[in-house]
């Protein structure tokens, strides 16, 4: 119902620094994940600090051990009930930030479009090599108006050497554009992980996604996604955020039913909106291969399985239309307010962090 | 009003300033805008920041005189609210204030330190860690945390670990000085102090040695410990100056421009110099130079005032400045009307006086007399505190409280000395002894001698007397020869005395006269057998290997022999005098 772009910064009256984390949002909520929050806000082991803008505040890390990160949400909920929605049409819960919490939007598309103004000759090595990378990304044919710059390169606390370039594109036909410019165009600067590397780097970074994949499934995957790259040395990541008017799905139009974890397979006939958050694959030949508990029995065997939803960056681009898909996530029934019910699995809601969908979700192609 | 110096506002339309100045008019803030957006005006000459997701200009006084007027002119048309027309100054004065309903947010340099230093130290950046260990040896000199604090990019998070200052505030300038003198002192193994080198290129970027004189300006900018590096980072340290202890309150005064005038003055305060507005307190000011009235030198001017900091701590007390700004009549609300000169209005950066303004400091033409008058004319009077003057009553003997003996008087008491032996020695306990001579009158300097001639020549006798009367005793060690041919047959004696116009160490005079062999014939650090000692390396650095020196007590059997036959030898040496 409400348009509000991906990767947005949010300041809340709270003294929270939060991210806007897709472009469809609940009526009156901003779907965000708190990326610091007060120092006082929780107390527990292995919390990260930063100092940021005069004060001491948390990193909120969804990756922190799983049980301690359930403390925290705990300790989260009861302090701040009010960034937590509790969706009634997903009967699932969100990070938001309700819209009078909001003290200050920081515009990722502003900020470039004023960074760009500045001169080269007073600009620091950091922001000069954003303005190279925006330049370079320019000549994909997509223009810089419709790019932006987010995180710590928007708001200015970014430490050359150490923080990454984020850089949102705005359109999802400007994202494929780019995309496929960076297939195959060079730049003096521009290196991506070679397939040796990514060999190298699954076997000493084991991460909960990484352990269902094989090597040579996850260097296959990783080698031929370009949103991730390093440009003079710097890692740079490339948000894809939709325009209101074409984003794929409207809150309130349709509502979900969570039935349990599911592993399915499919083919991709559709991966035209697999480069946003939420992205997704449109799949035929849908097939529950795996499903928890006993839930099989209440399965409609005339309703089809025709998405795998993600929320997690590292399972976008993962698949493209004609390659056999296969995913573990939760599984839903959806009915939408127009047309015919359908199945869907999800990768990467913010429950799935605390609970054993964490170690299972994936998404992956045959190789 | 008071608002904390150091501080940084941001306002609602985007400016960031930082608080210039403690004292405030009732209802805004008089800043410096530090970075100004560039949707309404902007300024190619002036350097561009990208900073809080804008593209900002930095305000630079030292940008291009006419790009500035330009600048500034602009500036005034866009903000007209935060041009600040001051009831109590000359309608020429630029102030730049934020009204306090304009302020989107204050960034507290105290606030934003106590949050730095609650975090652990693995959780900070380079730049952070580096601050952070800075902050806590500050804390060693006795400040507390909330003395502290931290300001601009550190502060506001937009800091550059590779470029970025350390820049600390400290709240009270009685903490400022204490600190200051901390500093003065004290050592850690990553701190260094500016080098001459790095204070030329420091002074060459602000064009000062024109006005200065490069060996002058680099000599007094050394002794400033407020700036240095930490681990290779350049801090600076300022004051901020508590609400009690401002040195003007806003609006108990009102100032009315004269003119622009060089003046000179002698320092009678530099307390105040150390925040913003900075304050030298002078007296006998003359001034060489001023326009439109000519030269006067029945001025009333008591204060030197000025914005820049490159000129906090330049002076102090008793030095002579010269100045060259903008003369003021100050009508204070309650007291009498005087003048003072300021430099560094904002308004001057637009005017003829940028290039002409400066503060330094010269050599005091009258300083050599007044201060040798001054040297002079102390109080020599007995002193009850001073162990030597309360050895002057004894006679000769007798033992003062140190248990040393008196063994010879010579003049009165406006022209007298006295000599001791000491019960103790830091040579040879069984062989060594030192004979100490003092001046009855409680004399703290060499050139007080020179007043007296009788003084001077007493001080030669009793140094003549002593000197023979201990070759007489030495000469009782049959090896003693006149002249000897290898060096450890001679037999040597030493003098050792000094005197300082420190205050902490103006003692009375005394000259010890000793044996110079064993410890005590190390060779001392002005002889040449000093340089040629082998330098030796360590972790702290270079060093050159002594003997310790350990006083003893000399057995009380000897010590007696020794005093009654140096009595006994001095009164022969006076005897013989008195005949001659």
């Known amino acids: ?367 | 009003m008071h608002f904390y110096e150091s501080s940084i506002i941001t306002t609602k339309d985007g400016l960031h300033c930082q608080v210039y100045g403690n004292e405030h008019p009732v209802g805004a803030i008089l800043v410096k805008p530090k970075y100004i957006p560039t949707d309404k005006i902007e300024s190619a000459a002036l350097q561009y920041r990208f900073i809080s997701s804008k593209k900002m200009n930095r305000l630079n006084l030292w940008a291009d005189k006419e790009a500035l007027k330009q600048y500034l002119h602009l500036f005034k048309e866009a903000y007209p609210q935060y041009i600040y027309q001051s009831p109590l100054h000359s309608s020429e004065r630029l102030f730049f204030a934020i009204p306090v309903d304009s302020i989107e947010r204050v960034y507290y340099p105290r606030r934003g330190l106590k949050e730095l230093m609650s975090m652990p130290v693995s959780s900070l950046d380079g730049h952070l860690k580096n601050v952070h260990e800075f902050v806590t040896f500050l804390l060693q000199s006795g400040l507390v945390l909330k003395d502290l604090g931290i300001t601009y990019s550190t502060l506001m998070g937009h800091y550059l670990s590779e470029y970025s200052d350390l820049n600390i505030v400290v709240y009270g300038k009685e903490n400022y000085w204490k600190l200051m003198q901390y500093l003065e002192s004290t050592e850690h193994s990553s701190l260094r102090w500016k080098t001459e080198a790095e204070w030329a290129t420091f002074l060459e970027n602000r064009n000062r040695f024109t006005r200065f004189g490069k060996e002058k300006a680099i000599e007094v900018m050394k002794r400033k410990k407020s700036e240095g590096y930490f681990n290779n980072k350049l801090f600076v340290i300022f004051a901020a100056e508590k609400e009690e202890e401002t040195w003007f309150k806003w609006g108990a005064e009102r100032y009315k421009q004269l003119g622009t005038a060089t003046i000179t003055g002698k320092i009678t305060s530099n307390i105040s110099s150390v925040v913003r507005p900075g304050c030298y307190e002078i007296t006998d000011a003359q001034v060489s130079e001023s326009l439109p009235t000519n030269s006067d030198n029945n001025n009333n001017i008591k204060k030197i005032i000025f914005y820049n900091r490159d000129y906090c701590m330049l002076a102090y007390p008793g030095e002579r400045i010269e100045a060259s700004g903008l003369l003021e009549e100050v009508i204070p609300e309650q007291g009498e009307a005087y003048q003072r000169l300021v430099v560094g209005y904002f308004d001057a950066y637009i005017s003829e006086r940028r290039e002409r303004e400066y503060i330094k400091v010269v050599e005091d033409k009258n300083n050599t007399a007044d201060e040798i008058k001054k040297l002079l004319c102390e109080d020599v009077s007995l002193q009850p505190n001073c162990p030597f003057c309360r050895e002057i009553p004894l006679q000769v003997g007798e033992k003062g409280d140190y248990g040393a003996v008196i063994v010879s008087r010579i003049g009165n008491q406006k022209n007298g000395w006295y000599a001791t032996i000491s019960p103790k020695t830091g040579g040879n306990a069984d062989e060594d002894f030192t004979v100490q001579i003092m001046p009855f009158n409680h004399l703290t300097h060499f050139s007080q001698l020179a007043e007296d001639e009788a003084l001077a020549k007493n001080y030669g006798l009793i140094f003549a007397q002593v000197s023979k009367a201990m070759a007489n005793l030495m000469a009782e060690n049959p090896k003693m020869k006149a002249i000897v041919e290898k060096r450890n047959d001679g037999i040597a004696i030493a003098t050792y005395g000094k005197c300082t116009t420190w205050k902490d160490k103006k003692e009375h005079l005394h000259l010890k006269m000793f044996q110079f062999r064993n410890e005590l014939g190390q060779p001392s650090v002005v002889d040449s057998t000093f340089g040629k000692k082998e330098i030796e390396t360590d972790a702290k650095g270079e060093f050159v290997r002594m003997q310790p020196v350990r006083k003893k007590n000399i057995p009380e059997e000897r010590f007696k022999n020794i005093s009654e036959k140096l009595i006994q030898l001095m009164k022969e040496e006076q005897k013989k005098t008195k005949n001659e």
């Not at chain 1, 994202?175 to 290196?191: F, T």
Request: glycine share 6%.
């Open chain 1, 1 to 367: 119902m409400a348009y509000f772009p991906e990767s947005t910064l949010i300041d809340t009256v709270d003294g929270f620094q939060c991210k806007s984390y897709a472009c469809e949002h609940p009526p009156g909520y901003i779907i965000v994940k708190p990326k610091y929050i007060p120092a006082d806000a929780l107390t527990g082991e292995g919390l990260k600090y930063r100092f940021l803008f005069e004060q001491s505040l948390i990193r909120f890390n969804l990756f922190a051990k799983k049980e301690v990160l359930t403390q925290y949400l705990e300790q989260f909920r009861k302090k701040y009930p009010s960034y937590i929605y509790d969706c009634p049409l997903h009967k699932n819960w969100f990070f938001v930030v309700p819209v009078d919490k909001i003290k200050q939007v920081h515009d990722p598309k502003k900020g470039l479009q004023e960074l760009l103004k500045v001169p080269k000759k007073d600009l620091d090595p950091y922001l000069t090599l954003v303005q190279e990378l925006v330049d370079f990304l320019s000549k994909s044919g997509v223009d810089a108006g419709n790019m932006g710059i987010t995180h710590s390169t928007l708001l200015g606390n970014y430490t050359f050497g150490k923080s990454d370039i984020d850089i949102t594109v705005y359109g999802n036909e400007n994202g494929w554009k780019i995309m496929e410019y960076l297939k195959n165009a060079a730049h003096p600067l521009l290196r991506w992980k070679s397939e040796k590397e990514w060999r190298e780097y699954y076997q000493e970074h084991k991460t909960s996604e990484s352990a269902h994949f094989t090597e040579n499934e996850y260097a296959y995957h990783m080698n031929r996604k370009r949103y991730e790259g390093t440009f003079g040395e710097t890692v740079f990541t490339i948000f894809i955020s939709e325009f209101e008017e074409e984003t794929w799905f409207k809150w309130g139009e349709e509502s979900y039913e969570p039935i349990g974890v599911a592993t399915v397979k499919g083919k991709v006939v559709d991966h035209t909106h697999s480069h946003v958050r939420p992205g997704y694959y449109e799949i035929t030949d849908g097939e529950i291969m795996e499903l928890e508990g006993t839930h099989q029995k209440n399965i409609l065997k005339d309703v089809s399985i025709k998405r795998v939803v993600t929320y997690s960056i590292p399972f976008i681009q993962q698949a493209l239309a004609g390659e056999m898909l296969k995913a573990c996530g939760l599984l839903e029934l959806v009915t939408p307010k127009k047309g015919e019910k359908y199945y869907r699995i999800v990768v990467g809601y913010f429950d799935a962090y605390v609970s054993d969908r964490r170690e299972k979700e994936y998404i992956k192609v045959e190789v």
